[in-house]
């Protein structure tokens, strides 16, 4: 019988073949991989099943490009599968688990401005696959294509932060990191009551009142926003990310395919011969 190709084969064969397709990839992953295990182990023994499930969710995202090619029959650049495995890392092992998002004060922002490009990628990268697959009958501009790129990755921001503050209201956690600001301003100040905001300036420090009467002075040095900044220059840079990418791709199309740098963020639709791969194992039945 004919060879399965590699995208259905089983998981350990589909490995395989990959290891010898994408050796770099694949060395990469291994030591990423190796390092959420220890990490989770340490965690573990550690007591903290909070980071535990940060390293489970990371091995399970480390397989989404694997994923994502088998299921859609496409190839995924060694560039954008190393950029991808890396986020991951950087996002949850050493932002989370590692506390990065505290100790260094740009690191979410770096993550959302890499993510807006990528998501900006995976975007383009469908509506690219859908304009040249051979059974959809599809033929969009290159500015319909980067416009289409765009939105789709400021929808997967906008629905991040949605996330977010799901997860601070309901858990009581802190995904919209809180911003300390000096000056505040808002109409519920308005002793009139009505719609005139009223401007608190040279805050240094705020005391909150318990419901028991407890006052607790928190001596952040000024008011503590509670996300709302965080979020917007979450999506800011998003924006940035976002449309960088659609512009890199409005040209690689615009120039047939020409270009570098695009070329490592497209996936290639594979043929049938693609498809199969290299003959690596014995034939499956």
């Known amino acids: 019988m004919p060879r399965k190709p590699w995208y259905r084969r089983g998981l350990f064969t589909a490995a395989h073949a990959a290891l010898h397709r994408k050796g770099v990839v694949t060395a990469v992953y291994l030591v990423l991989r190796l390092l959420v295990v220890v990490t989770l182990i340490a965690q573990f023994f550690n007591g903290n099943f909070e980071n535990v499930f940060y390293c489970v969710l990371s091995l ?117 990191k809180d911003t300390i600001v000096n000056t505040i301003s808002s109409v519920l100040l308005d002793p009139t009551g009505g719609q005139r905001a009223q401007a608190i300036q040279d805050i240094t420090d705020v005391i909150v009142v318990t419901e028991g009467g407890q006052e607790i002075a928190l001596g952040l040095g000024g008011y503590l926003d509670i996300g709302l900044l965080d979020t917007m220059e979450d999506l800011l840079v998003n924006f940035i990310g976002a449309f960088v990418f659609s512009v890199v791709g409005f040209f690689y199309v615009k120039n047939r395919g020409k270009g570098w740098f695009a070329r490592n963020f497209i996936p290639q639709v594979l043929s049938e011969t693609e498809a199969a791969g290299p003959n690596i194992l014995e034939d499956e039945e």
């Open 60 to 176: 399970v995202l480390f397989l989404l490009p694997t994923i994502f090619e088998r299921s859609l029959q496409i190839d995924l650049p060694n560039v954008l599968e190393i950029i991808i495995l890396l986020f991951i890392f950087s996002a949850w092992i050493l932002g989370e688990v590692q506390t990065y998002y505290t100790i260094f004060p740009y690191w979410d922002t770096m993550l959302h401005t890499l993510n807006g490009f990528l998501c900006a990628a995976i975007g383009f990268s469908l509506v690219d696959l859908l304009n040249r697959h051979e059974r959809v009958s599809l033929s969009l501009s290159p500015a319909y294509m980067a416009i289409a790129a765009f939105c789709f990755s400021m929808t997967i921001g906008v629905l991040w932060e949605f996330f977010e503050c799901a997860m601070d209201q309901i858990f009581v956690q802190d995904m919209q």
